[in-house]
């Protein structure tokens, strides 16, 4: 089983930044490899949005909203994945969730949620 642990939300004013971290561990064994790291988002009443994601290979996919605002980054030896928020704006509030796509371990490979973090922009 693999865990993926979410840090850095909170409460922050507009035009304000926020940097969120996610870590993957296996409970049992090493994690091998992880194809795609990233973040999703939900805010109350609205589906889960993509925020953004990232390969091993470095190739950088964000939603449209979040475009020259926030940077994406990953750390493959350590398996983690940090977003970096600047120029927040009500609109980003949402619980944030971080998503591991193709996680390879002894066991299996399989795709994990963390339990999200939430990130509040209020004045």
């Known amino acids: 089983q693999v865990q993926l642990v979410e840090s850095g939300g909170g409460l922050v004013q507009p035009g304000g930044s926020l940097r969120l971290s996610c870590a993957a561990s296996?409970?049992?064994?090493?994690?091998?490899?992880?194809?795609?790291m990233g973040w999703y988002r939900q805010a109350p009443g609205k589906q889960r949005e993509l925020v953004a994601t990232i390969t091993s290979g470095g190739r950088k996919n964000y939603g449209d909203s979040v475009k020259g605002r926030f940077t994406i980054s990953r750390d493959n030896a350590k398996n983690t994945v940090s977003l970096q928020m600047n120029s927040l704006t009500p609109e980003d509030t949402a619980d944030y969730f971080c998503?591991?796509?193709?996680?390879?371990?002894?066991?299996?490979?399989?795709?994990?949620w963390g339990q999200g973090t939430q990130v509040t922009v209020s004045s």
């Open positions: 998503n591991a796509e193709r996680v390879r371990t002894l066991f299996a490979e399989k795709d994990y």
């Open positions: 296996a409970s049992t064994g090493s994690i091998f490899s992880i194809y795609i």
